[in-house]
């Protein structure tokens, strides 16, 4: 008898370390951008207002929030159909570049009416981001979310964990149930199975055990250990980021820091 459990991943924002790569994108194109200002400015001898450029590439900002909003509204609202798909990604992302110029543009506009001394006019500001920018956004909010979403449809899985193993002992072959299992550890070329009273050898690796059992209480604490976190009685710190771990049936596991991220809910 297998015991199912139903997992649902989670749509995640794609990220280099901690930070969003849209952030990334945006810092790196806005600082390309001002850049540009002033090196065209010095090649045609023209004044470069620092203040002003960067306030004109604040344009590239918007696409942060916008591009959050447009990946959650194209999960809603997306069908199956490839080809009704798209037509819908297209009227959404030219719906979405008009609102990212009319935002800017009362921005722009508001900033330099407080900021310059003499402002700038909402029309030509409008008509001279949508001459430069509208294809670029169009095709940002086009192609960046469908690469986004593509890669991070959310799913729901169905898998199936063991509630017993078989293992062969001489001639006979023991069925145990998971739920008695204290801990498996390596004693190549075999895995030792300890349950509340026995232990059985086995020729099962870990990295298998690791398919067959419910991670959500078998963790992969060691590369030669697996533990039934249902049985522990006592975690103690070493100081060096590793942990031991004392089952129920008095045996000491050390938790390695290099398996922090299957056992730190432990420490919760």
């Known amino acids: ?5 139903y997992i649902s991943e989670k749509f995640k924002i794609p990220r280099i370390g901690k930070i969003p790569l849209c952030v990334i994108i945006v810092v790196f194109v806005f600082i390309l951008a001002v ?28 696409f942060i929030p916008l591009t959050l909003s447009i990946n959650r509204l194209l999960k809603l609202v997306n069908p199956k159909n490839i080809l009704g798909r798209f037509p819908i990604n297209l009227g959404i ?25 003499t402002p700038h006019r909402f029309t030509t500001m409008f008509n ?14 086009t192609v960046f979310p469908a690469i986004y979403i593509s890669k991070h449809k959310p799913t729901d899985l169905t898998t199936s964990y063991f509630e017993k193993i078989k293992v062969k002992v001489g001639s006979k072959i023991i069925t145990i149930p998971t739920s008695t299992i204290q801990l498996i550890s390596t004693d190549k070329p075999y895995s030792i199975i300890y ?6 050898l086995d020729n099962t690796t870990l990295k ?25 009685k006592e975690l103690k710190s070493r100081s060096n980021g590793d942990y031991d771990a004392r089952l ?4 000491t ?8 991220r299957n056992w730190h809910q432990l420490l919760q």
Request: contains cysteine; proline residues 1%; neutral net charge.
């Open 1 to 5: 008898m297998e015991q199912s459990i």
């Open 35 to 62: 850049l540009q200002d002033y090196i065209y400015s010095r090649i045609k001898h023209t004044g470069f207002y620092l203040s002003e450029s960067m306030l004109y590439n604040t344009f590239w900002a918007f």
């Open 93 to 117: 992302a030219i719906s979405f570049s008009f609102i990212h110029i009319l935002v800017f543009t009362a921005l722009f506009v508001l900033v330099s009416h407080l900021v310059f001394t």
């Open 128 to 141: 001279t981001a949508f001459s430069n920018q509208f294809f670029i956004a169009v095709l940002w909010y």
């Open 195 to 200: 349950t509340n009273d026995q232990k059985f």
């Open 208 to 232: 298998e055990f690791e398919t067959k059992l419910n991670p959500k209480c078998f963790l992969r604490v060691h590369r030669s250990t697996i533990i039934n976190a249902t049985y522990i």
């Open 248 to 251: 129920e049936n008095d045996e």
């Open 253 to 260: 596991i050390r938790l390695s820091r290099h398996y922090r």
